[in-house]
Protein backbone atom coordinates (compact mmCIF):
# COMPACT_ATOMS: atom_id res chain seq x y z
CA UNK A 1 0.00 0.00 0.00
CA UNK A 2 1.50 3.85 -0.97
CA UNK A 3 2.30 6.03 1.47
CA UNK A 4 0.50 8.98 0.85
CA UNK A 5 2.22 12.41 1.69
CA UNK A 6 1.04 15.80 1.63
CA UNK A 7 3.55 19.52 1.85
CA UNK A 8 3.07 22.52 3.34
CA UNK A 9 5.81 24.80 2.11
CA UNK A 10 6.41 24.20 -1.52
CA UNK A 11 9.81 26.69 -2.04
CA UNK A 12 13.42 25.44 -2.83
CA UNK A 13 14.27 23.22 0.50
CA UNK A 14 10.74 21.69 -0.24
CA UNK A 15 11.82 20.66 -3.74
CA UNK A 16 14.80 18.27 -2.58
CA UNK A 17 12.01 16.09 -0.25
CA UNK A 18 9.65 15.89 -2.80
CA UNK A 19 12.14 14.56 -5.39
CA UNK A 20 14.21 12.18 -2.72
CA UNK A 21 10.22 10.85 -1.18
CA UNK A 22 8.97 10.88 -4.67
CA UNK A 23 11.16 8.56 -6.39
CA UNK A 24 10.96 5.81 -3.26
CA UNK A 25 8.93 2.71 -4.08
CA UNK A 26 5.60 2.73 -3.07
CA UNK A 27 5.50 6.68 -2.13
CA UNK A 28 3.41 9.00 -3.61
CA UNK A 29 3.64 12.83 -3.57
CA UNK A 30 -0.39 13.52 -3.25
CA UNK A 31 -0.95 16.82 -2.27
CA UNK A 32 0.59 20.63 -1.78
CA UNK A 33 -0.19 23.56 -0.04
CA UNK A 34 1.57 27.12 -0.25
CA UNK A 35 0.47 30.17 0.41
CA UNK A 36 1.85 31.44 -3.34
CA UNK A 37 -1.00 28.56 -5.34
CA UNK A 38 0.85 29.10 -8.23
CA UNK A 39 3.83 27.67 -6.65
CA UNK A 40 2.15 24.98 -5.30
CA UNK A 41 0.14 24.37 -8.64
CA UNK A 42 3.92 23.69 -9.92
CA UNK A 43 4.60 20.77 -7.93
CA UNK A 44 1.02 19.16 -8.20
CA UNK A 45 1.83 19.68 -12.03
CA UNK A 46 5.53 17.85 -11.52
CA UNK A 47 4.23 15.34 -9.25
CA UNK A 48 0.18 14.57 -9.40
CA UNK A 49 -1.58 15.73 -6.82
CA UNK A 50 -3.91 18.87 -5.99
CA UNK A 51 -2.74 22.19 -5.31
CA UNK A 52 -3.61 24.58 -2.18
CA UNK A 53 -3.25 27.50 -0.51
CA UNK A 54 -4.56 27.02 3.10
CA UNK A 55 -3.16 24.03 4.84
CA UNK A 56 -6.20 23.42 6.81
CA UNK A 57 -8.11 22.58 2.97
CA UNK A 58 -5.75 20.41 2.21
CA UNK A 59 -6.07 18.71 5.54
CA UNK A 60 -9.18 18.20 5.77
CA UNK A 61 -9.73 17.28 1.90
CA UNK A 62 -6.98 14.60 1.43
CA UNK A 63 -6.44 11.31 2.94
CA UNK A 64 -2.45 11.61 4.01
CA UNK A 65 -0.32 8.82 5.96
CA UNK A 66 1.95 12.21 6.68
CA UNK A 67 2.83 15.70 5.82
CA UNK A 68 6.14 17.31 5.29
CA UNK A 69 6.27 21.02 6.16
CA UNK A 70 9.20 23.27 5.09
CA UNK A 71 7.96 26.81 6.22
CA UNK A 72 9.73 29.54 7.31
CA UNK A 73 10.60 29.83 11.02
CA UNK A 74 7.62 32.40 11.70
CA UNK A 75 4.96 30.68 10.00
CA UNK A 76 5.12 27.38 12.21
CA UNK A 77 1.70 26.40 15.25
CA UNK A 78 -1.10 26.62 13.63
CA UNK A 79 -0.04 23.52 10.69
CA UNK A 80 1.66 21.29 13.28
CA UNK A 81 -1.17 21.43 15.42
CA UNK A 82 -3.92 20.76 12.93
CA UNK A 83 -1.59 18.06 12.17
CA UNK A 84 -1.60 16.59 15.50
CA UNK A 85 -5.62 16.89 15.74
CA UNK A 86 -5.47 14.45 12.60
CA UNK A 87 -2.71 11.75 14.32
CA UNK A 88 -0.33 12.93 11.06
CA UNK A 89 3.14 12.02 11.38
CA UNK A 90 5.41 15.27 10.15
CA UNK A 91 8.44 15.82 8.77
CA UNK A 92 9.55 19.26 9.79
CA UNK A 93 12.55 21.50 8.09
CA UNK A 94 14.66 23.15 11.05
CA UNK A 95 14.11 25.47 12.83
CA UNK A 96 10.74 24.20 13.90
CA UNK A 97 10.01 27.44 15.41
CA UNK A 98 10.73 31.45 15.60
CA UNK A 99 10.59 31.17 19.46
CA UNK A 100 9.95 28.86 22.49
CA UNK A 101 6.16 30.79 23.16
CA UNK A 102 5.21 29.04 19.51
CA UNK A 103 7.10 25.86 19.59
CA UNK A 104 6.24 24.97 23.46
CA UNK A 105 1.83 24.11 22.66
CA UNK A 106 3.04 22.12 19.25
CA UNK A 107 5.56 20.12 21.03
CA UNK A 108 2.90 19.51 24.15
CA UNK A 109 0.59 18.40 21.13
CA UNK A 110 3.14 15.91 19.74
CA UNK A 111 3.89 14.09 22.88
CA UNK A 112 0.17 14.08 23.97
CA UNK A 113 -1.20 12.63 20.61
CA UNK A 114 2.58 10.74 20.53
CA UNK A 115 2.70 11.93 16.53
CA UNK A 116 6.08 10.16 14.90
CA UNK A 117 7.75 13.37 14.05
CA UNK A 118 11.12 14.14 12.09
CA UNK A 119 12.81 17.10 12.73
CA UNK A 120 15.58 17.88 8.98
CA UNK A 121 19.02 18.15 11.09
CA UNK A 122 20.41 16.43 8.12
CA UNK A 123 23.82 16.15 10.02
CA UNK A 124 22.23 13.53 12.11
CA UNK A 125 22.51 11.15 9.37
CA UNK A 126 25.57 11.96 7.93
CA UNK A 127 27.43 9.05 7.76
CA UNK A 128 30.66 10.84 8.83
CA UNK A 129 28.86 12.72 11.56
CA UNK A 130 27.65 9.26 12.50
CA UNK A 131 31.06 7.75 12.49
CA UNK A 132 32.59 11.14 14.45
CA UNK A 133 29.96 10.56 17.33
CA UNK A 134 31.18 6.46 17.10
CA UNK A 135 34.57 7.92 17.79
CA UNK A 136 33.65 10.67 20.87
CA UNK A 137 31.62 7.56 22.76
CA UNK A 138 33.22 7.31 26.17
CA UNK A 139 35.71 10.14 25.55
CA UNK A 140 36.15 12.95 28.13
CA UNK A 141 34.92 16.16 26.10
CA UNK A 142 36.30 19.42 27.29
CA UNK A 143 36.15 22.04 24.67
CA UNK A 144 33.30 22.21 21.41
CA UNK A 145 34.28 24.97 18.95
CA UNK A 146 31.74 25.52 15.89
CA UNK A 147 31.22 27.94 13.62
CA UNK A 148 28.64 29.26 10.50
CA UNK A 149 30.09 31.59 7.88
CA UNK A 150 27.74 33.00 4.84
CA UNK A 151 26.25 35.34 3.24
CA UNK A 152 22.66 36.61 2.93
CA UNK A 153 20.17 34.09 1.64
CA UNK A 154 18.04 36.27 -0.70
CA UNK A 155 14.33 35.62 0.58
CA UNK A 156 13.15 39.25 1.85
CA UNK A 157 11.95 37.31 5.16
CA UNK A 158 14.74 35.53 5.79
CA UNK A 159 16.61 39.07 6.92
CA UNK A 160 14.04 40.40 9.48
CA UNK A 161 14.36 39.38 12.78
CA UNK A 162 10.97 38.74 13.40
CA UNK A 163 10.65 36.52 10.87
CA UNK A 164 13.49 34.51 10.99
CA UNK A 165 15.25 34.48 14.27
CA UNK A 166 18.48 35.73 12.51
CA UNK A 167 21.36 33.88 11.46
CA UNK A 168 21.79 31.53 14.91
CA UNK A 169 18.36 30.55 14.47
CA UNK A 170 17.78 29.67 10.62
CA UNK A 171 21.11 28.46 9.69
CA UNK A 172 23.30 27.96 12.72
CA UNK A 173 21.22 25.96 14.13
CA UNK A 174 22.53 23.24 12.23
CA UNK A 175 26.14 23.59 14.15
CA UNK A 176 24.45 24.24 17.62
CA UNK A 177 22.23 20.66 17.20
CA UNK A 178 25.48 19.20 15.74
CA UNK A 179 27.58 20.02 19.17
CA UNK A 180 24.42 18.61 21.23
CA UNK A 181 24.23 15.78 19.60
CA UNK A 182 28.30 15.28 19.51
CA UNK A 183 28.71 16.75 22.98
CA UNK A 184 25.53 16.59 25.22
CA UNK A 185 22.50 19.23 26.52
CA UNK A 186 23.74 22.59 26.86
CA UNK A 187 23.21 24.29 29.90
CA UNK A 188 24.41 27.33 29.48
CA UNK A 189 24.51 30.59 27.23
CA UNK A 190 26.22 33.68 27.06
CA UNK A 191 26.48 35.71 23.77
CA UNK A 192 27.25 39.06 22.29
CA UNK A 193 26.44 40.40 18.34
CA UNK A 194 26.77 43.87 16.60
CA UNK A 195 24.93 45.81 13.60
CA UNK A 196 28.00 47.80 12.30
CA UNK A 197 27.64 47.03 8.45
CA UNK A 198 24.80 45.06 6.71
CA UNK A 199 21.89 47.04 7.64
CA UNK A 200 23.78 49.77 5.48
CA UNK A 201 24.16 47.34 2.64
CA UNK A 202 20.95 45.56 2.29
CA UNK A 203 17.67 47.37 2.52
CA UNK A 204 15.21 45.95 5.37
CA UNK A 205 18.46 43.79 7.03
CA UNK A 206 17.94 44.26 10.95
CA UNK A 207 19.67 40.90 11.88
CA UNK A 208 23.29 40.90 13.77
CA UNK A 209 26.58 41.39 11.73
CA UNK A 210 28.11 38.73 13.35
CA UNK A 211 27.52 36.69 17.22
CA UNK A 212 29.65 34.82 19.10
CA UNK A 213 27.67 32.07 21.72
CA UNK A 214 29.58 30.64 24.70
CA UNK A 215 28.42 27.88 26.11
CA UNK A 216 28.85 25.02 29.31
CA UNK A 217 27.45 21.58 28.35
CA UNK A 218 26.21 19.51 30.64
CA UNK A 219 29.62 17.65 31.43
CA UNK A 220 31.23 20.47 32.35
CA UNK A 221 33.29 20.97 28.67
CA UNK A 222 33.04 24.11 27.52
CA UNK A 223 32.23 25.98 23.81
CA UNK A 224 32.01 28.63 21.30
CA UNK A 225 29.91 29.34 18.25
CA UNK A 226 30.24 31.70 16.29
CA UNK A 227 28.48 32.71 12.73
CA UNK A 228 27.95 35.71 10.48
CA UNK A 229 25.78 36.29 7.55
CA UNK A 230 28.79 39.06 5.73
CA UNK A 231 30.08 36.85 3.27
CA UNK A 232 29.35 36.98 -0.57
CA UNK A 233 29.64 33.86 -2.44
CA UNK A 234 31.29 31.91 0.34
CA UNK A 235 30.26 29.58 2.85
CA UNK A 236 32.22 28.18 5.23
CA UNK A 237 30.58 25.65 8.61
CA UNK A 238 32.47 23.53 11.03
CA UNK A 239 32.68 22.07 14.80
CA UNK A 240 35.73 20.89 16.29
CA UNK A 241 35.27 18.43 20.08
CA UNK A 242 38.67 18.53 21.93
CA UNK A 243 39.07 15.25 24.43
CA UNK A 244 41.32 14.47 26.71
CA UNK A 245 44.19 13.44 24.20
CA UNK A 246 41.98 13.19 21.09
CA UNK A 247 39.78 15.56 18.88
CA UNK A 248 37.40 15.89 16.17
CA UNK A 249 37.02 17.99 13.43
CA UNK A 250 34.02 18.38 11.04
CA UNK A 251 33.98 20.41 8.46
CA UNK A 252 31.26 20.78 5.87
CA UNK A 253 31.47 17.00 4.69
CA UNK A 254 34.90 16.18 5.79
CA UNK A 255 35.59 14.38 9.48
CA UNK A 256 38.95 14.37 10.68
CA UNK A 257 40.44 12.55 14.05
CA UNK A 258 43.73 12.42 15.94
CA UNK A 259 44.98 10.98 18.56
CA UNK A 260 48.99 9.92 19.82
CA UNK A 261 48.23 7.15 18.47
CA UNK A 262 45.66 7.18 15.67
CA UNK A 263 44.23 9.61 13.20
CA UNK A 264 41.87 9.32 10.38
CA UNK A 265 39.98 11.35 7.69
CA UNK A 266 36.82 10.24 6.11
CA UNK A 267 34.03 12.40 3.65
CA UNK A 268 30.37 12.06 3.54
CA UNK A 269 29.01 9.48 1.15
CA UNK A 270 25.82 8.59 2.93
CA UNK A 271 23.76 11.86 2.43
CA UNK A 272 21.37 12.88 5.57
CA UNK A 273 18.95 14.15 3.82
CA UNK A 274 18.40 10.91 1.77
CA UNK A 275 18.99 9.92 5.37
CA UNK A 276 16.13 11.66 7.42
CA UNK A 277 13.49 11.46 4.56
CA UNK A 278 14.38 7.31 4.87
CA UNK A 279 13.52 7.38 8.61
CA UNK A 280 10.25 9.50 7.91
CA UNK A 281 8.83 6.61 5.71
CA UNK A 282 10.42 3.67 7.39
CA UNK A 283 8.58 5.03 10.46
CA UNK A 284 5.02 5.19 9.14
CA UNK A 285 5.14 2.27 7.21
CA UNK A 286 6.36 0.58 10.12
CA UNK A 287 5.64 2.83 13.51
CA UNK A 288 9.58 1.83 13.97
CA UNK A 289 11.14 5.03 15.17
CA UNK A 290 14.77 3.72 15.58
CA UNK A 291 16.19 5.37 12.88
CA UNK A 292 14.84 8.78 13.91
CA UNK A 293 17.43 10.41 15.14
CA UNK A 294 16.13 13.92 15.87
CA UNK A 295 12.75 14.25 16.42
CA UNK A 296 10.34 17.69 17.81
CA UNK A 297 11.64 17.37 21.13
CA UNK A 298 15.33 17.41 19.97
CA UNK A 299 14.44 20.30 18.15
CA UNK A 300 12.98 22.20 20.22
CA UNK A 301 15.85 21.77 22.80
CA UNK A 302 18.41 22.76 20.06
CA UNK A 303 15.88 25.58 19.35
CA UNK A 304 16.12 27.04 23.02
CA UNK A 305 19.73 27.11 22.58
CA UNK A 306 19.60 29.84 19.58
CA UNK A 307 16.58 31.39 21.62
CA UNK A 308 18.85 31.98 24.79
CA UNK A 309 21.71 33.01 22.12
CA UNK A 310 19.32 35.64 20.88
CA UNK A 311 18.24 36.83 24.16
CA UNK A 312 21.73 37.11 25.60
CA UNK A 313 23.63 39.42 23.34
CA UNK A 314 20.24 41.39 23.69
CA UNK A 315 20.59 41.97 27.30
CA UNK A 316 24.19 42.83 26.83
CA UNK A 317 25.53 39.46 27.15
CA UNK A 318 23.73 38.11 29.72
CA UNK A 319 24.46 34.43 31.29
CA UNK A 320 21.36 32.59 30.83
CA UNK A 321 20.34 29.45 31.68
CA UNK A 322 18.40 26.77 29.45
CA UNK A 323 16.45 25.26 31.66
CA UNK A 324 15.29 28.47 32.50
CA UNK A 325 13.48 28.86 29.20
CA UNK A 326 12.17 25.80 28.60
Known amino acids: MSIKLGYIGTGGIAQGHMDRLGAMEDVQNVAFCDVVLERAQQAADKFGGRAYDNHQDMLNNEE ?12 HGDIEIACCERKLPMLIEKPVAIDLDMARPILQAVQSNDITTVVAYKYRW ?107 GHWKSGLAVICVDFMVEIVGTHLEWKSPDDEGEMDCTADGYTGEDKAFVHAIRTGDRSLIYSDYADGYRSLAVSVAANESAAAGGAVLSISDLL
Open 126 to 232: DDHVLKAKELLEGKAIGLVSGYYWSGTPGSPWWRVQAQSGGQIVEQTTHIVDLARYLAGEVVTVQAFDNRLYMHEIIEGYDLADTMTVNLVFENGATGNISNTSMLR
Open 64 to 75: LDGVVICVPPFA
